[in-house]
C-alpha cells in the first residue's frame, strides 16, 4: 500500500494566481505559510521559522480558491506530494516539489466553507506541462 498525504493549516503567502490552459482547465497556482515553534535547548529562548510550501489546484477547485481567497487567508489544505521538472527560458533543468490540492476548508471569519475534492476537483486531466515562475 502506498500513501501520499499532506494536511496543512497556514496562511497565504500571496494572492492565487489564477489561470486557464490551452485546453480550458482552470489552474490556481499559490503558497501556503506554515509556521514550526520551539525552545532552544540551551537557552530556553521560543524560536519560530515558517515555511513556504507551493500548491496548485485544477478545476472546480481552482476557481474557488481563486475567487474566495487572498493573501493572508487561514485554510487547512489536504493534497498529495507531486515532484516535476520544467526547462526554464535560458534551457536550465528546474526541479520543483508542489502540493497538488485536493480538499480545502477556509478558516477564520465568518464565511467558514468546506470544499472536498471529490464534489469540486476531480482531477480528469491530461497533463499539461506548466511553468512556474520561481
Known sequence: MDLNKVSLIG???G???AKS???GQSIALFSIATNYNW???KTKEKKSR???HKVVAWGKLAEIISTYLKKGSKIFLEGRLQNRSYEDKDKNKKYITEIV???LIMLGG???KEIKGDETAKEEIDIEE???EE
Open 101 to 103: 490540492a485536493s480538499d
Open 21 to 23: 490552459l490551452p485546453s
Open 50 to 52: 515558517a515555511d513556504f
Open 15 to 17: 494572492d492565487p494566481e
Open 11 to 13: 496562511n497565504l503567502a
Open 39 to 41: 525552545k532552544d535547548v
Open 110 to 112: 465568518r464565511n467558514k
Open 130 to 132: 506548466i511553468q512556474i
